[in-house]
């Protein structure tokens, strides 16, 4: 590492040195996280964007008594490594290492947990106005991204912030057209125009040669304004929101950055600050890709992402998008709708072939359920694309537009389970029992690829509202049946058949059931459906087995588990019953089977949790001795 990021050991050493050497700073920041990420994988296009804008606010704000939010948190590495995690950027997202997002137990400086995005405005207004409450001055800076931007949560908070003349609060609106995918939508339409023309060029020169005289601060506030207001139009958006707006500015230009923001500085009330960089800036192949580049696996910066040798297991997300193609073909009611995830949900192909009936509405969960069901109203079949985690996002939407309506939306729902280096804001852990819950819902959990095709196919026939829940990666590795064929809806079925204990699998895990029991000699449900639960099928096997076990990828509260025992009670069959899942408390950041197997959901793991419970009704030629594994 070259010298001068090594002495900066936190921004209170960033602000030590000459403004003339911050350029140098950056240079070596930027070849550092490209040398790092490019060993652990990660997010790396935002972050190459942030470089100089990181080095800016931590220069001139008095970090962490200054409050920086960033907003979805993916781009905040440079943010770590000069607030004193350098050395430990070999950890990122590894198990025990650097989380890839702020986490406010790692550091007193990330002062706000994040990872979905367009949070940061709420949380640095709540931040700005409990500073006036309790009479301490510091200032709370939101840095959110274009794409973030887009959504209501982050509207929400202008509006709210707005009136509050007197707060410090800064907005930084990092501007790198950019979302994962091109950005969508009228703002970004928006931004474009405020962008367009002379205006960019002139601001460029705004901070190299105004800000450079240094005025009196607050003559120079005001020609910033006036200079800002004057040339780009009557008033911005963000002005009729109660922001003072400044900008464009070169988000990579250090020499514009840095006083501009010193004078913002000087400023009350809310501001408002543009900047505009370039995702994926100083690493030509991320520039020229910055979707390939977003979140990068290992990779030789000198060569770049190469296509691996041997081909990949297919994934979930591949098998969706290859349904979501044929089943369009079939059917042309069918329209595709994803809240900013083209990539993420397999949808590049659909959108390549399907252009009409392809929707991507941006990073609003929300309006994509209440979208979906305005189409659904219309007689279309709308497939909604969407992560376990952010469908959170649109609960309500979920129950109010969709299920109370009884509206054929099927919900593709991605990342169901443990995701690995995201880590606990990705992890899909609450689907089942944030789903079950509601009347009119149904929640399928294919065990492998080809059950994911055919239960999609099940969920489209529904008259209802269908949830189909599978996990990031590769399966089982069962290939997918050609064609367009179904499962019978609300049906398992019998997978082996022994004797005491009978596991009743739903989704994945079925595979490590079915080696555990091959152990222990039990019988294995693989139960397809969460909800409606193939009452039959339990009872039946509740009549003949001593003990059961419920195994499933997502939290044990609630979810399918809870879902059987219900079914028991109601029915007065009185039978023990292990629930394994996901325990209730957070999953680290990590590889996936290590996570798996930490929460007992290998095929170890099951069969150890059954010994313990139900040692006693186990065949006695079972192996002697099974100890709980322990994970490293
Ligand atoms: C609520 C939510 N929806 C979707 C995502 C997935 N996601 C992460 S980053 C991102 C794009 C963000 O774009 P922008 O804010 O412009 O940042 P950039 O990646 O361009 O730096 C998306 C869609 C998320 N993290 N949170
Ligand atoms: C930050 C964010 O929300 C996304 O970039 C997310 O990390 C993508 O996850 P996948 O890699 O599972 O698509
Ligand atoms: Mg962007």
Wanted: net charge negative; with cysteine.
């Amino acid at each position: 590492m070259t010298s001068l990021l090594a002495s900066i050991n936190s921004p209170a050493d960033l602000r030590r040195l000459p403004r003339a050497q911050l350029k140098l700073l950056a240079d070596e920041l930027r070849a550092y996280l490209l040398d790092t990420v490019s060993k652990t994988g990660g997010h790396l296009s935002s972050n190459l964007g942030t470089v100089e804008l990181t080095v800016a606010l931590h220069y001139v704000f008095n970090t962490p008594e200054d409050r920086l939010v960033w907003d979805v948190g993916h781009q905040t590495y440079p943010h770590k490594i000069l607030t004193g995690r350098r050395d430990r950027m070999g950890s990122l997202r590894q198990l025990g290492g650097l989380s890839g997002f702020p986490r406010r137990e790692e550091s007193e400086y990330d002062t706000f947990g994040t990872a979905h995005s367009s949070t940061s405005i709420s949380a640095a207004l709540g931040m700005a106005l409990a500073a006036r409450q309790k009479g301490e001055d510091r200032h709370a800076v939101a840095i959110i991204g274009d794409g973030a931007m887009s959504a209501g949560m982050a509207f929400e908070a202008l509006n709210n912030a707005g009136v509050h003349d007197d707060c410090k609060l800064l907005v930084v609106l990092n501007d790198n057209d950019m979302s994962i995918s091109p950005p969508v939508g009228a703002l970004n339409r928006y931004l474009a125009q405020l962008m367009s023309g002379r205006f960019y060029a002139s601001a460029k020169n705004v901070g190299k040669h105004v800000l450079s005289v240094a005025p009196p601060l607050l003559e120079l506030a005001k020609r910033l304004e006036a200079h800002a207001k004057g040339m780009v139009v009557p008033a911005t958006l963000f002005e009729n929101f109660g922001f003072n707006y400044i900008g464009p500015i070169d988000g990579h230009d250090l020499e514009s950055l840095i006083p501009t923001l010193e004078n913002i500085r000087q400023l009350k009330g809310p501001q408002f600050l543009h900047v505009v960089t370039k995702k994926g800036q100083g690493y030509k192949l991320a520039e020229a890709d910055p979707i390939a580049y977003h979140g990068p696996g290992k990779f030789d910066p000198a060569m770049g992402l190469q296509k691996s040798a041997v081909p990949a297991k297919q994934t979930f997300t591949q098998v969706f998008g290859q349904w979501l193609c044929d089943m369009a073909e079939q059917d042309k009611r069918l329209v595709g709708i994803t809240p900013a995830m083209r990539e993420g949900s397999g949808m590049v192909e659909f959108h390549k072939r399907f252009p009409e009936r392809y929707h991507d509405v941006g990073i609003a969960e929300q309006h994509a359920v209440t979208f979906a069901a305005g189409m659904a109203c219309e007689g279309l079949k709308p497939v909604v694309a969407i992560y376990s985690t952010f469908l959170q996002r649109g609960y309500d939407q979920l129950i109010h537009d969709v299920a109370l309506q009884n509206l054929p939306v099927v919900f593709a729902l991605d990342r169901a389970g443990l995701v690995g280096a995201d880590g606990a804001t990705h992890a899909g852990a609450y689907d089942i029992p944030f789903v079950r819950c509601i009347p009119n819902m149904s929640i399928a959990c294919p065990a492998d690829e080809d059950e994911c095709r055919k239960l999609l196919t099940s969920a489209f026939e529904q008259n209802h509202p269908v949830a189909v829940r599978y996990p990031r990666g590769a399966g089982a590795g069962v290939e997918p049946e050609a064609g367009l064929q179904s499962l019978p809806f609300g049906k398992g079925e019998l997978r082996r058949e022994g004797s005491g204990i009978a596991i009743l699998a739903f989704g994945t895990l079925l595979y490590p059931a079915l080696q555990a029991a091959e152990k222990l000699g039990c019988t294995v449900l693989n139960m397809r459906w969460a909800k409606p639960l193939d009452t039959e099928l339990l009872l039946k096997v509740a009549a003949t087995h001593e003990a059961l076990v419920t195994v499933e990828e997502g939290a044990i509260m609630g979810g399918a588990g809870s879902a059987v025992s219900e079914a028991l009670q109601a029915a007065g069959v009185v039978r023990p019953v292990l629930h394994l899942g996901l325990r209730d408390e957070f999953t680290e950041h990590g590889d996936p089977a290590k996570l798996l197997a930490l929460q007992g959901l290998d095929a170890a793991g099951i069969e150890a949790s059954i010994i313990a419970r139900f040692g006693e009704l186990l065949p006695l030629d079972r192996p002697a001795k099974v100890t709980l594994k322990s994970v490293a």
